[in-house]
């Protein structure tokens, strides 16, 4: 299937179902060190609001969770090829750092996904990589991203 024009609409409860889903069957494929982490990440949640996304959750570290809370913008790059999330702000307890430093810490941990890269405070998404390992080759370039409180709309040609 070839898809050269699209808007779709997502709400944020599907793609948190959608993260879960996919983090269970790559979890195998994580190293120990990495999956012991993830296991102290409690109560994780992601909100669309006005223009921005907010992550937020729990990290326990020994007895202590400690909260946080990390807002992302969304925007197209690479002349709509990528979709780009930016770490904005990030708030945590007994956290000292950047969106720089948090990111570089996440992909640290994490496997090597075909499509997704960090560059900064920035994870860098290329849509057609990760649409194709499902079987679907998009021709179109992300035109507009439209974030409001629970949904997401995008448009691809």
């Known amino acids: 299937m070839k898809i050269h024009a699209l808007s779709f609409t997502v709400t944020d409860r599907e793609v948190v179902n959608t993260i879960q889903r996919t983090f269970e069957m790559q979890q195998a494929n994580l190293p120990p060190e990495a999956q012991d982490k993830l296991k102290n990440i409690k109560n994780l949640n992601l909100v669309f609001a006005s223009g921005h996304l907010v992550v937020s959750g729990r990290f326990v570290m020994g007895f202590l969770p400690v909260p946080f ?72 370039r992300i035109r507009t991203l439209d974030l409001r409180p629970g949904e997401l709309t995008f448009t691809l040609n």
């Open 69 to 140: 809370e990390a807002h992302c913008e969304l925007t197209a790059a690479d002349g709509g090829e990528t979709l780009a999330v930016r770490l904005a702000k990030v708030k945590a307890s007994l956290f000292s750092g950047n969106g720089a430093s948090l990111i570089s810490a996440l992909t640290s941990q994490m496997p090597p996904i075909d499509g997704i890269t960090a560059s900064g405070d920035t994870l860098l998404i290329r849509l057609a990589p990760l649409l194709a390992q499902r079987g679907l080759e998009v021709n179109g």
